[in-house]
C-alpha cells in the first residue's frame, strides 16, 4: 500500500462449537467513522458466503467512499453466491481449514500453516 492505512478489527463468528455454521453474531465492531473513506475487509476464509455478507451489509449502512473485499481462500465452489471478493490469496473446493487465523472451536488458530481438519 502507498497510501496512509488505519487498521480496525470487525469480529463476526458463526462457528462457536461446530464445523458446521450456526448463527451469525457481530463479537466486536469498527471503533472508527469509515464515512467516504476507502474501505478493505480483510477475510481469513469465504465459505458460505453469510458471514461476509452479514459483514458487507454492516460495514455498507457506515457509509463508505468504497469497499472491497480480500480473502486469503475462497472456498465457495464453483456455484457459489454471495459476494465475489476483489483480491484472494488461494481458492480451495472443500474441507474445514485450521491455522493461520483459522481455528476450531478456538484451537488450531496460532498454527503457522494451513491444514485440513479431518472429521
Known amino acids: 500500500m502507498t497510501v496512509t492505512v488505519e487498521k480496525q478489527f470487525l469480529r463476526a463468528s458463526s462457528y462457536r462449537k461446530a464445523t458446521r455454521p450456526g448463527h451469525l453474531e457481530l463479537l466486536a465492531d469498527i471503533e472508527c467513522d469509515v464515512e467516504g473513506r476507502d474501505v478493505i475487509i480483510i477475510e481469513d ?3 458460505t458466503s453469510k458471514t461476509a455478507e ?3 451489509r454492516h460495514v455498507e449502512s457506515k457509509n463508505p467512499g468504497s469497499l472491497r473485499i480480500c480473502a486469503l ?3 465457495r465452489g464453483k456455484d457459489a ?8 490469496g488461494f ?9 493461520y487465523g483459522m481455528d ?3 484451537k488450531g488458530r ?5 491444514y485440513l481438519l479431518q472429521e
Open 45 to 47: 476464509i469465504i465459505d
Open 54 to 56: 452479514f459483514v458487507l
Open 73 to 75: 481462500v475462497d472456498k
Open 81 to 88: 453466491g454471495g459476494p465475489e471478493p476483489n483480491y484472494v
Open 91 to 99: 481458492r480451495v473446493n472443500e474441507g474445514f481449514l485450521v491455522g
Open 104 to 106: 476450531y472451536m478456538e
Open 110 to 114: 496460532l498454527l503457522e500453516d494451513i
